[in-house]
């Protein structure tokens, strides 16, 4: 039909039929018209996966999220398959989650890692208080026996002064 208007030029190559805009002018028209169809019609994924390959599949571009991941996932494989541009978005996408989820744990590892030290730290001081405290009452208990050892020792000495005093009989 728009052949036959003269808005499309069957060109035949390579045993098939191509056609061509005829005019240049209705070139921008149909862009918009593309456009906006597809904005309303392709899914996240979908258009996500046209900008990452109009950028030139850049490394900083967003990825999806694990959720929207295995719903286009599931979608490419119900359809039979996607795109070359959908399955490099896809093993981008894949890649970036992974990233993610390393650095994610590598951070918890890592609050884990300084919470232990925190606990190690808390228990050496309690210990080293400990182990301070004990020594202190030890060495305190050591003065007291040898305060009392010391007073024994005098008595001792006094009672045998006393029994030397006394005389002896018989």
């Known amino acids: 039909f728009l052949d ?7 060109t035949v190559r390579v045993g098939a039929t191509w056609y061509e805009i005829a005019h240049d002018r209705l070139v921008e028209p149909i862009l918009r018209s593309n456009e906006h169809w597809f904005a309303q019609h392709l899914t996240e994924f979908e258009s ?7 950028h030139n599949r850049p490394g900083q571009f967003p990825s999806l999220p694990e959720p929207v991941l295995r719903e286009a996932e599931a979608s490419a494989k119900a359809r039979g398959g996607a795109s070359d541009c959908e399955s490099g978005y896809l093993e981008f996408c894949r890649q970036q989650n992974r990233i993610r989820r390393d650095r994610r744990r590598a951070h918890r590892v890592g609050l884990f890692a300084g919470a232990l030290s925190g606990v190690v730290v808390v228990v050496s001081l309690v210990g080293g208080v400990t182990w301070y405290s004990t ?36």
């Not at 996500?48 to 109009?54: G, S, T, Y």
């Not at 020792?153 to 018989?170: C, F, N, S, W, Y």
């Open 4 to 10: 036959q208007e003269h808005i499309l030029r069957p």
């Open 48 to 54: 996500n996966a046209r900008a990452w390959c109009a």
């Open 135 to 170: 020594v202190g009452l030890l060495r305190d208990e050591v003065q007291k026996l040898e305060v009392a050892r010391n007073d024994l020792l005098e008595e001792k000495d006094q009672l045998l002064e006393e029994k030397e005093a006394v005389p002896h009989r018989g």
